[in-house]
């Protein structure tokens, strides 16, 4: 990563100055594309702003750049050279397509993480480094062969992963499986995509919960779907409107996370998995079940998976190890009929040709390893503790403004605030005290929501990451 160095003799605009000219002439900012403010660039960059104007004015001096009262300093249109040059309109194409960018405030907490990695993350939903089984996983690379042959692997997945992972879901998911029902992908979001993408038409209607992780993936706009959302309460998703919105909307997929719901960490109850099971099959709707969290389950009694008392063949099940182990490994997987895999693997083939199968050889040591129950034992006894921290931190610094239901698994904590706020201003202002977390809007709740996600910040950070938190929003009503 490019930095400045401040015991160099060539001036800091300078520096700065010819590193902008690079990108430019690395096609990073193509011409007529819009160059970040002064102001920000000096914030990213670590200089006084008169540092980056000097800069500017060294760029616009040799016509590279150019700036205008109310637009911003853009790239010249025509670089270097007299005569014109016809250049792609690159932003035309970057803000065209049909697969629709994430949304702004997910944008946004990445550029600040990316821009400040000191800020306290309570909004990343992967597993912190002292979560991960890093020394376990990393002993397995160290003492096992891997396959000689390094070609594309089998459309499906590694085989002797997908013997594995029978062997796991029976074990510890009640679920019957074989290695021709699994699909191996890089984790749950690419066994969304695919659903959406591949199983899906545009205009077809499906039910998701409300709020829902499902609500921010943009990936069910981009394949055209009409999204229609069941209320979620202590007990899970309400059931009521299924018939209806059947009826009405000919809705043709429900998308669900019945175990420790993501954002609202809360259980479906038992009357309501059956009640739903029976709904879809006399409906003939396809449920998709997406299960990262059921082994986080705080008493060591992981909640079973719908698909395990599917008896009508309704439940497409999704995991993945991200929640569990190593997000980095991008391991996730599908249980389904064999045609639904089929048609699926094929599609996968088209973009990707296969997973490397090296991650796939190590998910299937560490699966059948003697690490792996051992892991599973401190990841839940750490995320209760991070759990525990983050809630006494709220009844220090909140006491009476913020209400929330404790969950006994998973990763997040779903707050309610006494009062609601602007969730951007909200932001805003946690990012100038050194926290970031996600709006509830993120996930389709009207404003005054919060989900703070305990698994990535640091035990040690969690008192400090609220009290920035408390600050922000208490700068924001007074």
């Not at 690395?26 to 006084?48: H, T, Y």
């Not at 690159?90 to 065209?96: S, V």
């Not at 702004?104 to 991960?132: H, K, M, T, W, Y």
């Amino acid at each position: 990563m490019w930095g400045l160095d401040r015991e160099s003799k060539k001036p800091l605009y300078q520096q700065i100055a010819d590193h902008i000219e690079r990108r430019i002439s690395f096609g990073e900012f193509p011409p007529g594309s819009l160059l970040p403010s002064e102001r920000k660039l000096a914030e990213q960059i670590g200089v006084n702003r008169s540092t980056v104007v000097q800069a500017f004015a060294e760029l616009r001096s040799l016509g590279i750049i150019e700036s205008r009262s109310g637009s911003g300093t853009r790239v010249s249109q025509f670089k270097w050279g007299a005569s014109p040059k016809h250049t792609p309109n690159w932003n035309r194409y970057a803000q065209g397509g049909s697969f629709l960018p994430n949304l702004p405030f997910l944008r946004r907490i990445r550029e600040a993480l990316s821009q400040d990695p000191s800020l306290v993350d309570f909004a990343s939903g992967e597993l912190a480094a002292d979560l991960a089984p890093t020394s376990e996983i990393s002993e397995i690379m160290s003492s096992h062969q891997y396959a000689s042959y390094l070609g594309y692997d089998n459309p499906q997945g590694y085989i002797p992963l997908r013997q594995a992972l029978v062997r796991y879901l029976a074990e510890y998911r009640g679920l019957q499986a074989t290695e021709s029902s699994i699909l191996i992908t890089s984790g749950s979001q690419q066994s969304l995509f695919l659903i959406t993408q591949c199983l899906l038409s545009p205009g077809d209607a499906v039910a998701i919960e409300d709020p829902s992780y499902y609500y921010s993936l943009p990936m069910f706009q981009s394949a055209g779907l009409r999204i229609f959302r069941l209320p979620v309460d202590q007990d899970g998703m309400r059931l009521e409107e299924i018939r209806g919105l059947y009826k009405k909307h000919r809705i043709k997929m429900i998308f669900t996370n019945p175990n420790f719901q993501n954002p609202t960490g809360t259980l479906l109850a038992d009357e309501r998995r059956h009640q739903l099971l029976q709904t879809a099959s006399e409906l003939g709707l396809p449920i998709i079940e997406d299960d990262p969290y059921s082994l986080t389950d705080y008493e060591g009694l992981p909640r079973m998976p719908l698909k395990s008392i599917d008896t009508s063949g309704s439940v497409i099940y999704i995991g993945s190890f991200s929640k569990i182990a190593a997000s980095g490994l991008r391991i996730g997987w599908m249980v389904a009929p064999n045609s639904v895999v089929l048609r699926l693997a094929d599609a996968r083939q088209q973009m990707d040709f296969g997973l490397s199968v090296i991650p796939q050889q190590v998910a299937a040591q560490f699966l059948e390893s003697d690490f792996f129950e051992p892991h599973l034992s401190r990841l839940r006894t750490n995320l209760m503790y991070k759990r525990d921290l983050l809630i006494e931190a709220l009844r220090k610094e909140l006491p009476g403004e913020i209400q929330f239901h404790i969950p006994k698994g998973g990763h997040h904590l779903w707050c309610k605030l006494s009062e609601p706020v602007n969730d951007a201003k909200l932001l805003e202002a946690a990012i100038r005290n050194g926290v970031v977390f996600v709006p509830g809007s993120v996930y389709g709740s009207d404003a005054g929501f919060v989900r703070f996600t305990f698994a990535r910040a640091k035990s040690e950070c969690i008192g400090q990451g609220i009290a920035g938190f408390a600050r922000a929003l208490h700068s924001l009503r007074n």
